[in-house]
């Protein structure tokens, strides 16, 4: 069992940034791949980005290259989102994802997630 919480999120001006973590307990988290997805009113899950087990690879939804970041310290059983420029439309409950499969960009693939984290980007 990967137990996955995530932290973070909260009220932000357009153009501003903010870094979402995911704190991971139980198994051995360097095995995992992990994932952060977002979920807003009305829509179905979106992948955003994932990351290989060492940190050395990662893989981006077209969208989401020029803005985010992800990165993932295994000392630390952490995975990170950095959000820059944000957009209203960035809007969203962000999850982070854990599981097996590489890369981690179909939701159906992963194995574990965290509650979530309210991003709300104001105009």
């Known amino acids: 069992q990967v137990q996955l919480v995530e932290s973070g999120g909260g009220l932000v001006q357009a153009g501003g940034s903010l870094r979402l973590s995911c704190a991971a307990s139980?198994?051995?988290?360097?095995?995992?791949?992990m994932g952060w997805f977002r979920q807003a009113p009305g829509k179905e899950r979106e992948f955003l980005v994932t990351?290989?087990?060492?940190?050395?690879?990662?893989y981006y939804a077209d969208s989401m290259k020029d803005r985010f970041t992800i990165a993932r310290d295994n000392a630390k059983n952490t995975v990170y989102l950095q959000m820059n420029r944000l957009k209203p439309e960035d809007t969203a409950v962000y999850y982070c994802?854990?599981?097996?499969?590489?890369?981690?960009?179909?939701?159906?693939?992963?194995?574990?997630w965290g509650q979530g984290t309210q991003v709300t980007v104001s105009s």
């Open positions: 994802a854990a599981g097996v499969v590489w890369p981690l960009r179909n939701e159906r693939e992963a194995e574990y």
């Open positions: 139980g198994r051995a988290f360097s095995s995992y791949v």
């Open positions: 990351i290989g087990r060492s940190g050395a690879m990662s």
